[in-house]
């Protein structure tokens, strides 16, 4: 983790909740196993808590935490954060050692009085960095299978919360419902003041209708594509439709009015675009804070996009410090003339780990590390964190 000049001291509540198998042990066998679950909520310390096991089952409780997973394989690689061994009554603890930043997985051992013992599932989370006043985006990993996308939040120094994009959806999986709203609610956000669609693509727009479904959302920008489009993007309208949220039409030059301390211009589309690539609608959005930009880019395509901003715009106002390349790292996207003008200090992908396509492609990432400019990837990486306080930038 690049520590650089942004110190954050960020306690949260983690709750751990743990029951008991439903089968009893052979009390000359190993311990009913627990099953454990990992809820992160932002406050002031990191709250655990369990159901008791049978007391025939107790010895003690052993809650091991680890920056990898595979606890119960190799507990060498973990810490034993708390042990409980002379109370079974006690089911509460104070965890105050996670540290902000980091993605931790825990497990929970059961020993019963003949020292054998049994392993809890394991559940793991990142601790956010939180400082009220920074620019926190967090570039959510969009993995499940062969799926892939792009989802993004923006946390302002003001405090509101916007998502750009919500992934893919199918029947079995939801980008929005499995990894949007558990992120949200591991946050303590029960609301947005808005979200945008970048473009009409599944993968872009599919998680979105389960995020409108279960909070309230203030605004929602979108493209406004008037083109056939995927089902995803009409049934992503007609939650629109049915939620409270304005729905606000998005075109280039517009200035949204996102935080007092941001200034957040729209580089693309035209107005209402209706025909040709639905890649080159995306919306894209060029976020400042103080000395430090991010530049929100869709599915952007070098030709029909980057060039025509290229052309529209000086590179003073295209630069960026944080590049979210287009069209999750496809050759079709991110030429070196557009890299010349944004001239980032550092590169975001978005992109599924199964992904059919060979995203990101070699082209890409040639032309990034040629520049030696440090690449975070979802497909690698994934979750991934910039906090900024317009100054120095923080990355995990």
Same mark, same amino acid.
């Given at each position: 983790?690049?520590t650089?000049?942004?110190?954050?001291?960020?306690?949260?509540?983690?709750i751990?909740?743990?029951s008991?198998?439903?089968s009893p @042990? $052979?009390y000359?066998?190993?311990?009913?196993? @627990?099953?454990?679950t990992?809820?992160?909520?932002?406050?002031?310390?990191?709250?655990?808590?369990w159901?008791?096991?049978?007391?025939?089952?107790?010895?003690?409780y052993?809650?091991?935490?680890?920056?990898?997973?595979? /606890?119960?394989?190799?507990?060498?690689?973990?810490?034993?954060?708390? /042990?409980?061994?002379?109370d079974?009554?006690?089911?509460?603890?104070i $965890?105050?050692t996670?540290?902000?930043?980091?993605? *931790?997985?825990?497990?929970? +051992?059961?020993?019963?009085?003949?020292?054998?013992?049994?392993?809890?599932?394991?559940?793991?989370?990142?601790?956010?960095?939180?400082?009220?006043?920074n620019?926190?985006?967090?570039?959510?990993?969009?993995s499940?299978?062969?799926?892939?996308g $792009?989802?993004?939040?923006?946390?302002?120094?003001?405090?509101?919360?916007?998502?750009i994009?919500g992934?893919?959806?199918?029947?079995a999986?939801?980008?929005?419902?499995?990894? /949007?709203?558990?992120?949200?609610?591991?946050?303590?956000?029960d609301?947005? +003041?808005g979200?945008?669609?970048?473009?009409?693509?599944?993968?872009?727009?599919?998680?979105?209708? $389960?995020?409108?479904?279960?909070?309230?959302?203030?605004?929602?920008w979108?493209?406004?594509?008037?083109g056939e489009?995927?089902?995803?993007?009409?049934?992503?309208?007609?939650?629109?439709?049915? @939620?409270?949220?304005?729905?606000?039409?998005t *075109?280039?030059?517009?200035?949204?009015?996102?935080?007092p301390?941001?200034?957040?211009?729209?580089?693309?589309p035209?107005?209402?675009?209706?025909?040709?690539?639905?890649?080159?609608?995306?919306?894209v959005?060029?976020?400042?804070?103080?000395?430090?930009?991010f530049?929100?880019?869709?599915?952007?395509?070098?030709?029909?996009?980057?060039d025509?901003?290229?052309?529209?715009?000086?590179p003073d106002?295209?630069?960026?410090?944080?590049?979210?390349?287009?069209?999750?790292g496809?050759?079709t996207s991110?030429?070196?003339?557009?890299?010349?003008?944004?001239?980032?200090?550092y590169?975001?992908?978005?992109?599924?780990s199964?992904?059919?396509y060979?995203?990101?492609?070699?082209?890409?990432?040639?032309?990034?590390?040629?520049?030696?400019i440090?690449?975070?990837?979802?497909?690698?990486d994934?979750t991934?964190?910039?906090?900024?306080?317009?100054?120095?930038?923080?990355?995990?």
């Open positions: 983790m690049n650089a000049r942004v110190m954050v001291l960020v306690t949260v509540f983690l751990l909740a743990v008991c198998g439903d @042990s $052979d000359s066998g190993n311990p009913a196993p @627990s099953v454990l990992v809820q992160l909520h932002a406050d002031t310390a990191v709250y655990t808590s159901t008791q096991c049978p007391n025939h089952d107790f010895n003690a052993v809650l091991w935490r680890s920056q990898s997973p595979g /606890i119960h394989e190799d507990p060498s690689q973990a810490r034993a954060v708390r /042990i409980v061994s002379n079974p009554l006690q089911n509460t603890w $965890d105050e996670a540290e902000p930043g980091i993605h *931790y997985w825990y497990a929970l +051992e059961t020993r019963n009085e003949a020292l054998l013992s049994s392993w809890s599932n394991e559940a793991d989370l990142t601790v956010p960095v939180n400082e009220p006043g620019l926190t985006v967090v570039f959510i990993d969009p499940h299978g062969d799926l892939s $792009d989802a993004i939040l923006v946390r302002t120094p003001s405090g509101n919360n916007y998502l994009d992934g893919s959806w199918t029947p999986w939801s980008c929005g419902e499995d990894r /949007i709203l558990p992120l949200l609610d591991s946050l303590g956000i609301r947005l +003041e979200m945008v669609a970048t473009h009409p693509h599944s993968d872009h727009v599919g998680g979105l209708s $389960d995020v409108l479904d279960a909070m309230p959302v203030d605004r929602v979108d493209c406004a594509w008037k489009a995927s089902g995803a993007y009409e049934y992503f309208l007609n939650s629109v439709e049915h @939620s409270d949220a304005e729905y606000i039409p *075109y280039r030059d517009m200035i949204l009015d996102w935080d301390e941001l200034t957040v211009k729209v580089l693309n035209e107005k209402e675009p209706s025909s040709g690539n639905q890649n080159n609608a995306s919306i959005i060029r976020v400042t804070f103080k000395s430090v930009s530049l929100f880019t869709g599915d952007l395509e070098t030709d029909g996009g980057e025509v901003i290229l052309n529209l715009y000086s106002e295209i630069q960026a410090t944080v590049l979210k390349v287009g069209h999750h496809s050759y991110t030429s070196n003339s557009w890299l010349d003008a944004v001239d980032p200090s590169a975001a992908i978005e992109v599924g199964g992904n059919p060979g995203h990101p492609h070699s082209e890409v990432i040639n032309r990034l590390d040629s520049r030696r440090p690449t975070f990837r979802t497909d690698r994934g991934f964190v910039f906090t900024t306080d317009g100054y120095d930038i923080v990355t995990y």
